[in-house]
């Protein structure tokens, strides 16, 4: 039979629904909306309200579907527009689903559906999520081979479905160890539409405060060693911004000078300085990564600028996983050449006048750039500058009215302002930006960074040192590089003052802050330890193991695995195999067989129960009736079975019990006139 099971239905809408919710974070609001219209015109079809959409419906509903597709995505290809094409045709093959096939269809498309959505989010929540839609998946799968309906065919699905899943743990994890391991489609370059909250290559004002109003990760650090890092040290450099148009500063793009892996970091036999560290990075679609000052490239396809930042051959579309280093013994830059020195003095002319102004009347009262520069932060901290997020608007000169008007910035205007004011006396000066500081797990060792501990500071040439970190927001807020952004702010109440539900606030309540911390925990193993499980880590982990790496060996202990595997749950379904018994209706039927064994009334091979019954029937004449009543109820329960209520099967088994006595009463009299 190839009609759809009633009660499958149910189990199929909720697989597809379950399957297409996490779409619903990254694609427009009108695919929820069909969704919901879908869905419901569904339903009411399957209570009979609704007709089954005809060919010229289906043709429409196609047509308006593909419409609809191409002005949402305005005809560009991309991650989300294919997925958006994949949730419509699932969502139109729900509406048109008639036969049993049409369900395994779509089954399958739930299945692919739920793999898709791991392309844009893989943390733990989402998979413990995938797991439970899986269950609800193969429980529609399994009710598609149900003749039953009812509450037992919801019970038979739910069991058999825990039941597949669990008997394929086994075999995952086996292939998860050893089968060779292969970029999954979440580490792929995979151009998606989905905006990045992270650093982009200029720098605005205002734009490091409006990425400090978020609490999105941006990348954790796990230190070789486990020693806490002291704060003042963790200047994570992203990029370096040494161009500026009078309003914004952005990076050059000028320093193509990269020295790529594999030349191997060896630091001096006699250094114990160097430190040796691992990030997990959060997609951020751009080239550069993070590490300390003094780092070191130690990954394949990872460079080192001559500005001393890391970058990657391939934008960062997914999360990373690299190691680095910082060592103050690294050889630095000691000297600029003509180009270098010109573009790191370069500002646009006659813009800030005040500013240049200021500046060089300071240095020319100061011994030299070292003294104008701690000049220029001494005025900072006695002057009445503050540190805040949310600082007034300022003009077309913007550095003259940050410094003499407004007096209130955030780190991008101290960082911004200083760098000016040193190149226009003749210092070479930039900016960079990145993250400073971050939150420190004493239980698992590492340091979670997120988008508020997004920094701006600078960096200023002095000839004998090379380039000097210098960071002005010590000078107004101290207490932002001790303690955080936070700490910063207290005054002002304006930390995540726009993400009122970010647990991040609530750090001072113990314990929902002991809570934060243990689910951030589980996250940053489940990164670390699953979704970064990738060539270099399983030779690493099967190394240690079976003392090999070679991918024949692998391949060996996969299959060796594969077949131990198949031998246990071999064994185990022999041993628990349930012993053949006989069902209530066959036990009485053999009874009453037993009992009409001295009329001479044995069934034989090929014989119907009607024409054994029909047989009885013409020795007990007093009993036909009855007898060709259960005859028919047989006949109906063996060849209508999905029809007959399981009241029905109890009703007969009672009757047939009550034929068995008078069967016997009747075989004894039989026996007795015998005798």
């Not at 793009?253 to 300085?273: C, G, H, I, L, M």
């Not at 300390?292 to 960062?316: D, N, Y």
């Not at 259960?630 to 009757?655: G, N």
């Amino acid at each position: 039979m190839n009609q759809l099971p009633r009660s499958a239905l149910l189990w199929l809408l909720a697989a597809l629904v379950l399957a297409l919710l996490p779409h619903s974070t990254h694609l427009p609001w009108g695919f929820a909306l069909l969704g919901v219209l879908v869905i419901g015109w569904r339903w009411q079809m399957h209570r009979g309200r609704l007709p089954y959409p005809g060919k010229v419906t289906k043709a429409i509903a196609v047509a308006l579907a593909c419409l609809g597709i191409a002005v949402a995505f305005r005809n560009q290809f991309s991650l989300e527009s294919a997925t958006a094409f994949f949730v419509t045709a699932s969502l139109l093959k729900l509406l048109e689903m008639k036969a049993r096939r049409d369900g395994y269809l779509v089954v399958f498309l739930s299945y692919f559906l739920l793999s898709v959505g791991f392309l844009f989010e893989q943390g733990l929540l989402q998979a413990l999520y995938g797991i439970a839609v899986m269950w609800v998946i193969t429980a529609a799968l399994v009710s598609l081979q149900l003749l039953n309906s009812g509450q037992q065919s919801f019970s038979i699905a739910s069991r058999y479905s825990v039941g597949m899943l669990a008997a394929a743990l086994p075999l995952m994890l086996v292939f998860y160890l050893f089968f060779p391991r292969m970029s999954p489609l979440w580490s792929m370059t995979l151009q998606s539409n989905k905006a990045i909250t992270g650093l982009s290559g200029e720098m605005s004002p205002g734009d490091i405060a409006s990425l400090s109003r978020s609490d999105e990760l941006a990348f954790r650090v796990t230190y070789d060693d486990g020693i806490k890092p002291e704060r003042e040290d963790l200047y994570w450099r992203g990029l370096v911004l040494d161009r500026f148009d009078g309003r914004t500063w952005r990076f050059s793009k000028n320093d193509r000078s990269v020295e790529w892996f594999p030349k191997v970091y060896q630091p001096a036999p006699d250094n114990t300085e160097a430190r040796f560290y691992e990030i997990i990075q959060e997609p951020t679609a751009q080239h550069w990564l993070f590490t300390l000052k003094h780092g070191s490239a130690l990954e394949r396809h990872i460079g080192l600028t001559s500005t001393g930042l890391l970058v990657s051959r391939r934008p960062v579309h997914q999360r990373k996983r690299y190691k680095g280093v910082t060592d103050p013994y690294n050889p630095v830059l000691t000297s600029l050449n003509q180009f270098q020195r010109r573009h790191n003095l370069a500002l646009p002319s006659d813009s800030n006048p005040r500013a240049r102004s200021w500046a060089a009347e300071q240095f020319a009262q100061a011994a030299g750039p070292g003294a104008f520069i701690q000049g220029v932060l001494r005025h900072f901290n006695q002057q009445d500058y503050y540190y805040t997020l949310n600082p007034l608007e300022l003009g077309a000169d913007d550095i003259d009215a940050f410094l003499f008007d407004t007096r209130q910035g955030f780190c991008a205007h101290y960082a911004g302002a200083l760098v000016f004011m040193a190149r226009s006396v003749g210092i070479p000066a930039r900016v960079v930006a990145g993250y400073q500081g971050g939150e420190w797990n004493e239980s698992e060792k590492y340091l979670t960074v997120r988008q508020f501990d997004a920094h701006a500071w600078t960096e200023l040439w002095i000839d004998g040192q090379g380039w000097v970190r210098v960071d002005p927001t010590a000078a107004v807020a101290p207490e932002r590089i001790e303690f955080g952004l936070e700490a910063a702010l207290q005054e002002e109440q304006s930390f995540l003052q726009g993400n009122l539900l970010s647990p991040h606030r609530f750090r001072g309540i113990s314990w929902l802050n002991s809570i934060r911390m243990e689910l951030d925990t589980l996250n940053y193993l489940w990164h670390r330890w699953v979704l970064s499980y990738d060539r270099d880590r399983q030779k690493s982990v099967l190394g240690n193991l079976l003392n090999s790496t070679s991918y024949k060996d692998m391949l060996m202990w996969l299959a060796g695995g594969i077949v131990v595997l198949f031998l246990v749950m071999g064994v185990l379904l022999v041993w628990r195999r349930p012993a053949q018994t006989a069902s209530p209706l066959l036990k009485q039927w053999l009874k009453l067989q037993q009992a009409a064994a001295p009329l001479n009334l044995q069934q034989s091979p090929g014989d119907t129960s009607r024409n054994w019954l029909k047989r009885l029937s013409d020795q007990v004449p007093e009993l036909q009736s009855p007898l060709m009543a259960v005859a028919d109820r047989m006949d109906k329960l063996l060849y209508l079975q999905p029809e007959i209520p399981e009241s029905e099967t109890t009703s007969l088994i009672k009757e047939m019990k009550r034929l068995t006595r008078q069967v016997q009463r009747q075989a004894r009299r039989v026996a007795a006139q015998k005798n």
